[in-house]
């Protein structure tokens, strides 16, 4: 009961969403080394500790395997799934509604959520729905970088290195909860049951609340 309740208490502040993509930044006319270093700092800040929609996808990840192998290998899809969609939208070759990305980012969340649930191993057919939404999650990403803006002369520079950016954002909670959670607890009997569906199950109703919450209130 107690671990339910802290594991409540830690997802509480991911149910306010106006703390998700939020990205505001004064972009001048710099080198070519300054704007890599900026758009990298911006990319890890649009995970941690501004991306709670991605944070709690990649906690979902996290969660359904406690191999490290198997975690990285699904992060892994979910890398190449975004940085493709990213860089199609930021080129103009694709433009996404927001209207329809914002949810289907949060369902995205409450499907993994869920299979975490009634799920307790990875499935061949999970890599590809890690996959297809790393490519919602991308236009997501695509969104976000778009309002921040990106400077012409270093366009290349400033897409490669936000999304080297997320991707240590998402390398740093996949090492953490490895670290702290999984090394420590997963072998324990009472780990899936105490921690894991209690964990899945929260993250699918904040999920659940922000997919309603961007239906009816994201024009």
Known sequence: MKKSLLLLLLLLPFAFPAW?????Y???????????????????EHIIPLGFDHILFILCVFFLNTSLK?????????????????GLAMYGIIKPPTNIVEPLIALSIVFLAVENIYSNKV????????FLFGMVHGMGFAGALSQLGMPQYA???????????????????ILFMYLVVARQFAGKLWYRRLVVIPASLL??????YWTLERIFFIS
């Not at 998700?20 to 505001?24: F, L």
């Not at 198997?70 to 990213?86: D, E, P, R, Y």
């Not at 366009?155 to 909670?173: D, H, K, P, W, Y």
């Not at 993250?203 to 659940?208: C, H, K, R, S, Y």
């Open 70 to 86: 198997k975690i990285i290998l699904q992060a892994s899809m979910f890398t190449i799934a975004h940085s493709i969609t990213l």
């Open 155 to 173: 366009f290349a520079t400033a897409l490669i290195s936000f999304n080297v950016g997320v991707e240590l954002g998402q390398l740093t909670i």
């Open 26 to 44: 004064q972009l001048d006319k710099e080198s070519g080394g300054s704007v890599f270093m900026k758009y990298l700092v911006l990319g890890y």
């Open 123 to 130: 499935k061949p057919w999970r890599m590809v729905m890690v």
């Open 20 to 24: 998700a993509h939020t990205i505001n």
């Open 203 to 208: 993250i699918a109703l904040v999920a659940g």
